[in-house]
Structures are given as structure tokens and as C-alpha cells.
């Protein structure tokens, strides 16, 4: 009874203690923790409290025979003995500190505890090299080879920016313990950029384990080299599949998703794909179709294709998943052009598509024939199809054949709204070209702009410039040379020249219709682009005063405003 009525008396006592050591009062702290000691010479928290405020008041060494007495009290308490190594170091007596370890250590042979401690009381006077030498010497006594000791000395590598050794050291802690490999990885994240390519080697050598590999793969992730990480991570991957290696995989492709680059979302989309190969159905199946958006997103359209043809082929795969991966297998194929065209519009004819999905298909497929120059392939995919989209892509189908009166009415019948904003936008313009021109076909103006749709500009500026020179001045000539010094202004450097002077033929040429304000605006902001400012003014108060009723005037306004400084160009 009377040692249930003094406890309280004894917590009453640490806690004043504590209370008085936070408003500085460490002499009247130093006071309660004794006289806790004295009633309890074992009580740990007055032995730690006197650890803080004792050297405060240049009386450390009353605390060694204190903490002498309460280890003989408990011997087997691993605190205490801590305690006595720090008082030790603390009071600068090695020799003491040495043979106060020695005999923890000859207490528990097989414990890394005392060496832990050692090294960390060394390390804390910043005697590093001593405190390297004990941990190494734990390692020898011990025996249980490099992943002995390896966080400690990984930490105290790191303290004095030994970051290679340090890297070795957290490899070997990996080994032992796998799920030290996020902590290993945020500790080696913060290598100066001098240091990185030594750390990676040595966590890349050819004896690395598997672990140690996913560990320099997470920092060459990290540090934004997304394809070099990959590469070695896969190398990690050889082994037989385990909920180890799932676990990794997973792991990884959640890092790769927090680069937010192209080729953070393809190294994601390849860790997806093969984490997707060991976990069960459907969680496989919706890995697989997040991995290719992933891979798409990054660009490697032919791991995509790989992944959409596994998952399209999959009998265990929901009927959504495979209609959504044959659906982009198929965009994928169009995306890669050439040849996988063929195969692309096989695919299409034999798939369990339909509705918007084929629809959306076709037209892409149409549209990515007649790139290729191939017209009446394209026309062929979409005459079935009566939507106002395929109605549209006719038409220009038409044009390019040199079919002006076809284009005119498909584009007309598609209306103003068809598609998105800037096709809509096009097919106006190339509308009102087709207007000014008094024939029903014209072959030469189809193929030049056919060749302007394949990508070709320079080549469709030249033959632009030879299709005008057969149109009388009256009959669309002034519009095809608009055109055709528009395409001279967008591929700019050499070709600005010629833009000049296709601007200005058409300028001075005149005329009733849009043709020459249009050509007069085009001039002036090639100027201003070349830095003839004076120039460019010259020209939008000339296209203002010579046709004040025309639609370019308001835009005309603006960049006569930037041209002079009154408004920013942005």
C-alpha cells in the first residue's frame, strides 16, 4: 500500500520536472529528476531528463554514477546502457566509452544493438570515422555479412556526404528488408546532381541483386531519367513472378504517373501493362486499358498496340473492355499510317464495332487515306455513311479531285458547323476560293492542294503560283495567290520573300472582291514580323482608307494599334 500511495508522488515529480526544464529553469528541473533518482535510482525518464539539463549546467559528471547504478539495478535494459555510452562521450573519455561497449556487447553476443549505440555516441561528437570503424567492427563480430549494420552506416555515409558508400550501404539494407526501400530511396532522392552517376553505379553493378536494382531505378525515376530507370527496373523483373515483384510494379507505375512528361507516361503505361500480367481478372483487364492511355500518352504507339492486341484477344476480358481496346487498336494502326492502313481498315471491316465508334473509325481512316493521296479509297469507306462529318470529308475529297462544283455543294449541304471550330473555318475559306472561280472542275488547283493537304507547302506555294497564272485576273487568280502567299508566310525563313511578293501582286492587283484587303493585312504582319514596323503602318492605313467597308478593317485597327506600340502583341 504504501508503494501505491508514493507512484503518483514519483509521476507528480517527472512531470514537474518536465514543466520546469520547458521554462528553463533547468537547475530546480535538475532538482525534481534527483529526487525522483533517489526514491527510484532506476526510473528512466529522470535519468534522461538529467541527460538534458545537466550539461546545461556544466554538471555532467554527477549523472555517470547515477546511470552506473541504475544499469547494475537492471543490467539487461538496453536504454540504460545507451545512456552510459552518451555519458561517457559526453564527458570525452573514450577509453571508457570502449570498454563500457565491450562489455554490452560480450553481455549479448548477438545483438547489434551495442555497436549501434556506440557508433551513434561517436557520431554525435562528429568523431565519424571512429564511429565508421565501430560499425564495421559490429559487422566483423557479428558475422551476418554486408546487410549488417548497412542503415546505420548508410545514415552516417549520408551525414558526411559520403553519398556513393552510402548508396552501396542502403543496396545492402534493400536485400534484407525490401520494405525499407521506399525510406532508402527518399534518403538517396536528395544526392547533389554531381554525385547521381556514382550512386547509380553502384547500385547498377553486375552483381546487384534484384532490390538493390528497383532501388537505383526509383532514383533515376525520380531524378526525371524515366527511360534509363525503366530499362534497369525491367532488368529487375527477371526472376520468377511473386507478390514481390507485383507489389514493385505497382509501386513503380504510381511514381512514374507523378512526372507528368511524355515519358513518365510511357514508363506508366509499360509498369501497368506488366503488372497487369499478375494480378487476377478484372483487374488485369483494367490495367491493361489504363496502361495503353498511358502509352499513347507517351508516345510508344507500339507497346500500345502490343498491349490493345493482348487485351482484344482475351477471352476472359468484360465485352467493354474489348470493344474499347479494339476500338483503339484500331485508332492506334491509323495513327501509325503507312502501312498499317491495310490492317487497320481489316480490322475495322471484321470488328464487333458499330454506331458512333465505327462511324468516328472510318472517318479517321478516310481522312488518313486521303493523306496519303489515296481518294478514291477514302470515298469508298464512307459511302455508307450520311452523317454532316462524312459529308464534309466528301467534299474535300471532291476538291482534291478537281470536282469544284461536288466540294461546293458537299460543303454547303455539311454547313458552317460540322466538326470542330477550325475545320469549319477551312472549309469556309477554301468555299469562298472555289466561289471566285468561273469552272465547274479544275484538276491542276484539286492536285495542288492536295499537295498542300499531304504536308507538302513548298511544294504546293510552286504549283499554287502555276495554277493562278491559268486564271484570268476576274477568275479567282488574285484568291489562289492569297493562298498561296498564306502557305509562303507560315513556313517563314526563305520562303518570307516570296510571301512578300505574292502579298503584293495581289495588293496592287486590286479588285472588287476580299482578295486584296486580305492580301494587304497578310503583308503588313509578315512586316512587322521581319521588325519594318513603319512599313507595316504604311500598308493597314492604306487597307483602312482603301476599303473602309471591308470585314478586315477592325483587324486591321488592332495591328495597326500593335504596329504602333499601343497594345501589346500578346
Given at each position: 500500500?504504501?508503494?501505491?500511495?508514493?507512484?503518483?508522488?514519483?509521476?507528480?515529480?517527472?512531470?514537474?520536472?518536465?514543466?520546469?526544464?520547458?521554462?528553463?529553469?533547468?537547475?530546480?528541473?535538475?532538482?525534481?529528476?534527483?529526487?525522483?533518482?533517489?526514491?527510484?535510482?532506476?526510473?528512466?525518464?529522470?535519468?534522461?531528463?538529467?541527460?538534458?539539463?545537466?550539461?546545461?549546467?556544466?554538471?555532467?559528471?554527477?549523472?555517470?554514477?547515477?546511470?552506473?547504478?541504475?544499469?547494475?539495478?537492471?543490467?539487461?535494459?538496453?536504454?540504460?546502457?545507451?545512456?552510459?555510452?552518451?555519458?561517457?562521450?559526453?564527458?570525452?573519455?573514450?577509453?571508457?566509452?570502449?570498454?563500457?561497449?565491450?562489455?554490452?556487447?560480450?553481455?549479448?553476443?548477438?545483438?547489434?544493438?551495442?555497436?549501434?549505440?556506440?557508433?551513434?555516441?561517436?557520431?554525435?561528437?562528429?568523431?565519424?570515422?571512429?564511429?565508421?570503424?565501430?560499425?564495421?567492427?559490429?559487422?566483423?563480430?557479428?558475422?551476418?555479412?554486408?546487410?549488417?549494420?548497412?542503415?546505420?552506416?548508410?545514415?552516417?555515409?549520408?551525414?558526411?556526404?559520403?553519398?556513393?558508400?552510402?548508396?552501396?550501404?542502403?543496396?545492402?539494407?534493400?536485400?534484407?528488408?525490401?520494405?525499407?526501400?521506399?525510406?532508402?530511396?527518399?534518403?538517396?532522392?536528395?544526392?547533389?546532381?554531381?554525385?547521381?552517376?556514382?550512386?547509380?553505379?553502384?547500385?547498377?553493378?553486375?552483381?546487384?541483386?534484384?532490390?538493390?536494382?528497383?532501388?537505383?531505378?526509383?532514383?533515376?525515376?525520380?531524378?526525371?531519367?524515366?527511360?534509363?530507370?525503366?530499362?534497369?527496373?525491367?532488368?529487375?523483373?527477371?526472376?520468377?513472378?511473386?507478390?514481390?515483384?507485383?507489389?514493385?510494379?505497382?509501386?513503380?507505375?504510381?511514381?512514374?504517373?507523378?512526372?507528368?512528361?511524355?515519358?513518365?507516361?510511357?514508363?506508366?503505361?509499360?509498369?501497368?501493362?506488366?503488372?497487369?500480367?499478375?494480378?487476377?481478372?478484372?483487374?488485369?483487364?483494367?490495367?491493361?486499358?489504363?496502361?495503353?492511355?498511358?502509352?499513347?500518352?507517351?508516345?510508344?504507339?507500339?507497346?500500345?498496340?502490343?498491349?490493345?492486341?493482348?487485351?482484344?484477344a482475351d477471352s476472359l476480358a468484360p465485352p467493354d473492355a474489348k470493344s474499347m481496346a479494339e476500338a483503339a487498336l484500331i485508332e492506334v494502326l491509323i495513327a501509325d499510317g503507312g502501312g498499317q492502313l491495310d490492317a487497320a481498315e481489316r480490322r475495322l471491316g471484321s470488328s464487333i464495332l458499330g454506331g458512333d465508334d465505327e462511324s468516328r473509325l472510318r472517318l479517321a481512316l478516310a481522312r488518313a487515306r486521303v493523306a496519303r493521296g489515296e481518294l478514291d479509297r477514302a470515298a469508298l469507306l464512307l459511302r455508307d455513311d450520311s452523317s454532316v462529318a462524312a459529308?464534309?470529308?466528301?467534299?474535300?475529297?471532291?476538291?482534291?479531285?478537281?470536282?469544284l462544283r461536288g466540294a461546293t455543294d458537299a460543303f454547303r449541304a455539311a454547313g458552317p458547323y460540322a466538326g470542330e471550330r477550325a475545320a469549319a473555318t477551312d472549309r469556309t475559306a477554301m468555299l469562298a476560293l472555289v466561289q471566285q472561280i468561273r469552272a465547274d472542275t479544275l484538276p491542276d488547283l484539286g492536285?495542288?492542294?492536295?499537295?498542300?493537304?499531304?504536308?507538302?507547302?513548298?511544294?504546293?506555294?510552286?504549283?499554287?503560283?502555276?495554277?493562278?497564272?491559268?486564271?484570268?485576273?476576274?477568275?479567282?487568280?488574285?484568291?489562289?495567290?492569297?493562298?498561296?502567299?498564306?502557305?509562303?508566310?507560315?513556313?517563314?525563313?526563305?520562303?518570307?520573300?516570296?510571301?512578300?511578293?505574292?502579298?503584293?501582286?495581289?495588293?496592287?492587283?486590286?479588285?472588287?472582291?476580299?482578295?486584296?484587303?486580305?492580301?494587304?493585312?497578310?503583308?503588313?504582319?509578315?512586316?512587322?514580323?521581319?521588325?519594318?514596323?513603319?512599313?507595316?503602318?504604311?500598308?493597314?492605313?492604306?487597307?483602312?482608307?482603301?476599303?473602309?467597308?471591308?470585314?478586315?478593317?477592325?483587324?486591321?485597327?488592332?495591328?495597326?494599334?500593335?504596329?504602333?506600340?499601343?497594345?501589346?502583341?500578346?
Amino acid at each position: 500500500m504504501l508503494a501505491l500511495a508514493t507512484t503518483p508522488a514519483f509521476g507528480q515529480a517527472i512531470g514537474q520536472g518536465f514543466e520546469l526544464e520547458r521554462g528553463g529553469r533547468n537547475a530546480e528541473a535538475a532538482a525534481a529528476y534527483l529526487a525522483t533518482l533517489r526514491a527510484d535510482p532506476a526510473n528512466l525518464p529522470a535519468l534522461l531528463g538529467l541527460e538534458r539539463v545537466l550539461p546545461t549546467l556544466g554538471r555532467l559528471p554527477e549523472l555517470l554514477p547515477l546511470v552506473q547504478r541504475a544499469r547494475e539495478r537492471v543490467p539487461e535494459n538496453g536504454s540504460l546502457r545507451s545512456l552510459e555510452l552518451r555519458v561517457y562521450a559526453g564527458m570525452n573519455e573514450p577509453d571508457s566509452l570502449t570498454a563500457a561497449a565491450r562489455r554490452w556487447a560480450a553481455a549479448l553476443p548477438r545483438s547489434e544493438a551495442p555497436y549501434r549505440e556506440w557508433a551513434l555516441a561517436l557520431a554525435d561528437r562528429r568523431e565519424f570515422d571512429d564511429a565508421r570503424q565501430v560499425l564495421l567492427l559490429g559487422r566483423r563480430s557479428l558475422g551476418g555479412g554486408a546487410t549488417t549494420l548497412a542503415i546505420e552506416l548508410a545514415e552516417l555515409e549520408q551525414r558526411v556526404e559520403n553519398w556513393e558508400a552510402a548508396a552501396r550501404e542502403w543496396g545492402h539494407a534493400v536485400v534484407a528488408a525490401p520494405e525499407l526501400l521506399p525510406n532508402a530511396a527518399s534518403q538517396l532522392a536528395e544526392t547533389p546532381a554531381p554525385q547521381r552517376a556514382r550512386v547509380t553505379a553502384a547500385l547498377t553493378s553486375t552483381d546487384a541483386t534484384p532490390r538493390t536494382q528497383r532501388l537505383g531505378a526509383e532514383l533515376l525515376l525520380g531524378w526525371g531519367q524515366a527511360a534509363e530507370g525503366w530499362r534497369l527496373f525491367e532488368q529487375s523483373l527477371a526472376g520468377a513472378p511473386s507478390s514481390e515483384t507485383a507489389t514493385a510494379l505497382r509501386r513503380y507505375a504510381d511514381l512514374a504517373a507523378q512526372l507528368g512528361t511524355p515519358a513518365g507516361h510511357r514508363v506508366r503505361g509499360l509498369a501497368l501493362s506488366r503488372w497487369a500480367d499478375l494480378v487476377p481478372s478484372p483487374l488485369a483487364e483494367r490495367a491493361r486499358a489504363e496502361g495503353v492511355r498511358e502509352l499513347l500518352e507517351g508516345g510508344d504507339r507500339v507497346a500500345a498496340r502490343a498491349a490493345l492486341e493482348r487485351l482484344a484477344a482475351d477471352s476472359l476480358a468484360p465485352p467493354d473492355a474489348k470493344s474499347m481496346a479494339e476500338a483503339a487498336l484500331i485508332e492506334v494502326l491509323i495513327a501509325d499510317g503507312g502501312g498499317q492502313l491495310d490492317a487497320a481498315e481489316r480490322r475495322l471491316g471484321s470488328s464487333i464495332l458499330g454506331g458512333d465508334d465505327e462511324s468516328r473509325l472510318r472517318l479517321a481512316l478516310a481522312r488518313a487515306r486521303v493523306a496519303r493521296g489515296e481518294l478514291d479509297r477514302a470515298a469508298l469507306l464512307l459511302r455508307d455513311d450520311s452523317s454532316v462529318a462524312a459529308l464534309a470529308e466528301r467534299g474535300w475529297i471532291a476538291l482534291y479531285r478537281g470536282d469544284l462544283r461536288g466540294a461546293t455543294d458537299a460543303f454547303r449541304a455539311a454547313g458552317p458547323y460540322a466538326g470542330e471550330r477550325a475545320a469549319a473555318t477551312d472549309r469556309t475559306a477554301m468555299l469562298a476560293l472555289v466561289q471566285q472561280i468561273r469552272a465547274d472542275t479544275l484538276p491542276d488547283l484539286g492536285a495542288a492542294l492536295l499537295t498542300l493537304a499531304r504536308g507538302d507547302s513548298a511544294g504546293a506555294v510552286s504549283t499554287l503560283r502555276q495554277v493562278a497564272g491559268r486564271l484570268a485576273p476576274d477568275g479567282g487568280r488574285s484568291d489562289v495567290l492569297l493562298l498561296a502567299g498564306q502557305v509562303a508566310a507560315r513556313l517563314g525563313g526563305l520562303q518570307d520573300s516570296t510571301a512578300a511578293r505574292l502579298f503584293e501582286q495581289v495588293a496592287r492587283a486590286g479588285g472588287s472582291g476580299a482578295a486584296a484587303p486580305a492580301a494587304e493585312l497578310e503583308w503588313a504582319r509578315l512586316l512587322v514580323r521581319q521588325g519594318r514596323a513603319a512599313e507595316a503602318i504604311q500598308r493597314l492605313e492604306h487597307l483602312i482608307l482603301s476599303y473602309p467597308g471591308s470585314a478586315f478593317v477592325p483587324e486591321a485597327r488592332r495591328e495597326l494599334d500593335r504596329a504602333r506600340g499601343t497594345i501589346p502583341r500578346s
